[in-house]
Nanobody, 123 residues
Framework: VQLQASGGGLVQAGGSLRLSCAAS????????MGWFRQAPGKEREFVAA????????NYKDSVKGRFTISRDNAKSTVYLQMNSLKPEDTALYYC?????????????????WGQGTQVTVSS
């Protein structure tokens, strides 16, 4: 599967952005999906994950209550709604697909990766 992330940009602290990740192919619903981010000089870290059906979600503690992951299997797209953004949310955001459907926080579980979309939050 090929993944194409979009929706990043520059926003002031307290603002919102919605990231999208469009997947190619007809098997999107068989993958759990995740969002990760990487700030300059830091390791890539987990942000959120969603199960194949969308019934189960998982979040990094620092984004709980601010970010919401969702998916539309008919459109082969996963979303990350980001509200109340903070400067520390600034990073390159990646979407990823877990072909075994685990929806975990573990980076190594994700086999397919998109190219990343930049999110910059100014103070």
């Amino acid at each position: 599967v090929q993944l194409q992330a979009s929706g990043g940009g520059l926003v002031q602290a307290g603002g919102s952005l919605r990231l999208s990740c469009a997947a190619s192919g007809r098997t999107f619903s068989t993958y759990a999906m995740g969002w990760f981010r990487q700030a300059p000089g830091k390791e890539r870290e987990f942000v959120a994950a969603i199960s194949r059906s969308g019934d189960n979600t998982n979040y990094k503690d620092s984004v709980k209550g601010r970010f919401t992951i969702s998916r539309d299997n008919a459109k082969s797209t996963v979303y990350l709604q980001m509200n109340s953004l903070k400067p520390e949310d600034t990073a390159l955001y990646y979407c990823a697909a877990d072909r075994l459907g685990r929806a975990t926080m573990t980076l190594e579980h994700y086999y397919y990766w998109g190219q990343g979309t930049q999110v910059t939050v100014s103070s």
